[in-house]
């Protein structure tokens, strides 16, 4: 495999259970934020976005929060599956579709 | 969604030497981007490809070292030049709208390592 994510933090769940994920950004005038999914030896997989008129929105099992207040994006996974395991990027729109990555989080997922 | 296709996939490159990578979409895009993402990192912008004109460079990036062509709204190369160990990393192509949903897609990368 790919050594995507070996030195990022680790959320570790068992099968079935919620997931939250958790990101903090740092430009207060960006106005769109995206989470992706980066399974081993793939690009980026684009999950879910929000803007930032909005402070919460759903998907096919994936909730992203959006806390302006505080320059914070949260992704909740429900029912989380073992194909759910890969690393996890929030990222933020700086302007002209810049993107600007966070730094990571790896889900285990244990059946 | 857009599916984008990089060629090659990997490659071991000994320093000094240059190679040059190919981001191939499969629809017409507005904007492409030319990413880098160093083992167990998250990604960081390299530069804005674009449309007949010269890149635009992110802070840390040069021309010299990463040149970059856009010759129509489907494809992309990026170089990158006289190689070092310090360029062993993941290269990363993204392309954005021109579909109804406006997301950036990602190709698969391009693993580079330098001997």
């Known amino acids: 495999g790919e050594s995507v994510g070996l030195h990022l933090p680790t959320l570790s769940v068992q099968e079935g259970d919620n997931s939250i994920i958790n990101c903090a950004y740092s430009n207060s005038a960006s106005d769109y934020f995206i989470w992706y999914k980066q399974e081993s030896g793939k690009g980026p997989q684009f999950i879910i976005d929000?803007?930032?008129?909005?402070d919460k929105r759903q998907g096919q099992r994936v909730t992203v929060l959006l806390n302006k207040t505080v320059k914070h994006l949260s992704l909740q996974i429900a029912a989380t599956q073992p194909g759910d395991s890969a690393v996890y990027f929030c990222?933020?729109?700086?302007?002209?579709?810049?993107?600007?990555f966070g730094t990571g989080t790896r889900l285990l997922v244990s059946p | 969604s857009a599916v984008i296709s990089q060629k090659p996939s990997r490659d071991i490159c000994q320093r000094g030497t240059s190679l040059t990578i190919q981001c191939q979409v499969d629809?017409?895009?507005?904007?492409m981007f030319w990413y880098r993402q160093q083992p167990g990192q998250s990604l960081t912008l390299i530069a804005t490809?674009?449309?007949?004109?010269?890149?635009?460079?992110e802070s840390g990036f040069v021309i010299d070292k990463f040149p970059i062509s856009r010759p129509n709204l489907t494809f992309s190369t990026l170089t990158v030049s006289n190689m070092s160990p310090e360029d062993s990393s993941i290269y990363l192509c993204?392309?954005?709208?021109?579909?109804?949903?406006?997301?950036?897609?990602f190709g698969a990368g391009t693993r580079l390592s330098v001997l």
């Open positions: 629809s017409q895009v507005t904007m």
């Open positions: 993204s392309g954005w709208g021109g579909g109804a949903k406006n997301i950036q897609y």
């Open positions: 929000i803007r930032s008129n909005m």
């Open positions: 990222a933020e729109n700086t302007g002209f579709q810049k993107l600007v």
């Open positions: 490809a674009n449309q007949g004109s010269e890149a635009t460079y």
